[in-house]
C-alpha cells in the first residue's frame, strides 16, 4: 500500500528555473494539501484541493502554481524559483476536510536553490 | 486568527523517562486538536487527537487532554524509548485549514 508518494526526494535548482512537484495518492482521498516546512515555523499550507478540478490558496501560495486534473495527483509548479523558496515540501491527502479525518503525508521532497 | 503555540526544543532524555510537551492554542470557536510525528526522514503522522473538552487522545503510549479551561493539549508518555526520537508537532483545526506548531525535536538516548 504506498499511500502519499512525492516526486523527485530532492533537487537542487538555480535562481529562475522552474520544476513540477508531483504527489499521487492511491487512498481515493477527495482533499490533497502541499505544505512548505522550515525551520522554527511548522509547516504552512501553499495550496489544497478539495475534489479534482478544484484547487485554493493557502497561507503561503505567491510564487507557486498547482493543478488537480485527476483525482489522485496534486502537481505543484515553480515557474522561476528563489531562493526564499528552498524548503521541504510535503503533499498529504485526507478522505474529508482537515479536522474531520487525519492527514497522510508523502515523505517530503528537500528543494534548494542556489 | 487560529493559532498553535508549542513549547521550544530540543528536548533530549534518557530512557524511561517521563515526556512532557506543552501545547497551547487559541481559536474562535471550538477546535479539534492533534499531535502529529515526524521520524526521521520520513512525512508526519498523525499521533492522536481529541475533537471536544475533556477528550483524552492516547495513542502509542502517549496521551494528551483537551483542556478548555487552560486552552491547552499537552502531549505526555510515562516511559520513553530511543524509538520515540522524534519532531513532535501540535495541530488544530481552524477556518479552512489545520494550522500547526512549530515542531518539538525530542531525543532520547539509551
Known sequence: ?114 | GDSVTQMEGPVTLSEEAFLTINCTYTATGYPSLFWYVQYPGEGLQLLLKATKADDKGSNKGFEATYRKETTSFHLEKGSVQVSDSAVYFCALTGDYKLSFGAGTTVTVRA
Open chain 1, 1 to 114: 500500500n504506498a499511500g502519499v508518494t512525492q516526486t523527485p526526494k530532492f533537487r537542487v535548482l538555480k535562481t529562475g528555473q522552474s520544476m513540477t512537484l508531483l504527489c499521487a495518492q492511491d487512498m481515493n482521498h477527495e482533499y490533497m494539501y502541499w505544505y512548505r516546512q522550515d525551520p522554527g515555523m511548522g509547516l504552512r499550507l501553499i495550496h489544497y484541493s478539495v475534489g479534482e478540478g478544484t484547487t485554493a490558496k493557502g497561507e503561503v501560495p505567491d510564487g507557486y502554481n498547482v493543478s488537480r486534473l485527476k483525482k489522485q495527483n496534486f502537481l505543484l509548479g515553480l515557474e522561476s524559483a528563489a531562493p526564499s523558496q528552498t524548503s521541504v515540501y510535503f503533499c498529504a491527502s485526507s478522505s474529508f476536510g482537515q479536522g474531520t479525518s487525519p492527514l497522510h503525508f508523502g515523505n517530503g521532497t528537500r528543494l534548494t536553490v542556489t
